[in-house]
DNA sequence: TCTGACCTGCGA
DNA sequence: TCGCAGGTCAGA
């Protein structure tokens, strides 16, 4: 579930309340997220690092110490807790991080799908591709993307290589509001297409994180409070209910083993 | 390029 | 009690 507005929220709640925090120490409950070391060598690497700054490219958050980077991709059911008491699911609190001044960061997740890494230093991470929001992503770049291969619109919003971040909900926006069937082959958009895809893309992506992210089930901002977006959805979820622009009704199907939502009469 | 496994809470 | 939710990756 957290896509690229749910981390980026998160990255954005986290930096000022725990830049400059000294790690006291850190216990690892869950070794299995761990996904290139011990945890004991996780843990002693990571004590007493301070926390310059967290950076984000795609899903995946990296945490920015003196002499270490945490790297976490919270699955589909991770979060970051301030406070334990907000946590619906605290047996599911995989990670604890204890600071020097007496605070803690808690890493919560329900499904274990989330991951963690550790590297001596800044990562490149090479199989993720654009960061629409961090990087450049030009109208001819999408273009050039799009003639590559030809497969269907959803897969190539879902796959990571190309443009990175966006997951199964705000594929479904993005193709609603760019008017393209979520069936259509990457090698038949035409130019306008193109164009609206692209605007959709940033539109979709900004909008959500002003509203704190969008939450179905799991996802709470680092304070605990659910995002807004999911009031402003205009097909994910909405299957049988009238489209907001033609009325029909706003269909479901499976495509890449994923829920899609669309709008038949609306996106061709 | 597609499918299934991983995982657990929730609703039907 | 069972199917569904979905990000990623290995394997077909």
């Known amino acids: 579930m957290p896509e690229l507005p749910e981390v ?12 400059g925090k000294e790690i006291a120490d850190v216990r690892l409950k869950t070794p299995q997220l761990l996904k290139n070391c011990e945890p004991a060598f996780f843990a002693d690497a990571l004590r007493g690092q301070t926390i310059e700054n967290m950076s984000r490219k795609g899903k995946f958050l990296i945490v920015e110490c003196s002499h ?3 790297v976490f991709h919270l699955g589909m059911s991770g979060i970051f807790l301030k406070d334990p ?4 699911y605290p047996q599911h609190i995989h990670l604890d991080i204890d600071f020097t001044d007496g605070s803690a960061l808690y890493f919560q997740d329900m499904r274990k799908f989330g991951k963690i890494w550790l590297y001596q ?6 199989n993720l591709g654009i960061d629409p929001i961090i990087g450049e992503l030009s109208e001819a770049q999408l273009k050039e993307f799009l003639g590559k291969r030809s ?3 959803k897969n190539f919003l879902m796959n990571q290589k190309p443009i990175t971040g966006i997951g199964n909900i705000y594929a479904s926006e993005i193709l609603f509001r760019s008017g393209i069937s979520p069936y259509r082959r990457t090698d038949e958009v035409n130019a306008g297409e193109v164009k609206a895809l692209h605007e959709s893309i940033h539109t979709i992506l900004e909008d959500a994180i002003e509203r704190f992210g969008t939450t179905y089930s799991a996802y709470r901002t680092v304070e605990g409070e659910s995002g807004t977006n999911q009031d402003f959805l205009k097909v994910y979820q909405r299957e049988g209910l009238p489209c907001t622009k033609c009325g ?5 199907s499976v ?10 009469n609306c996106q061709q």
């Not at 029909?248 to 479901?252: N, R």
């Not at 495509?255 to 038949?264: K, Q």
Request: proline fraction near 9%.
């Open 121 to 126: 230093e800044y990562p490149d991470l090479p």
């Open 255 to 264: 495509i890449g083993s994923r829920s899609t939502f669309f709008c038949d």
């Open 85 to 88: 008491a907000e946590s619906r």
């Open 248 to 252: 029909s009704s706003i269909l479901k």
């Open 151 to 153: 497969i269907g619109m």
């Open 8 to 19: 980026e929220t998160i990255r954005r709640q986290l930096l000022p309340l725990y830049r």
């Open 68 to 70: 270490a980077f945490p």
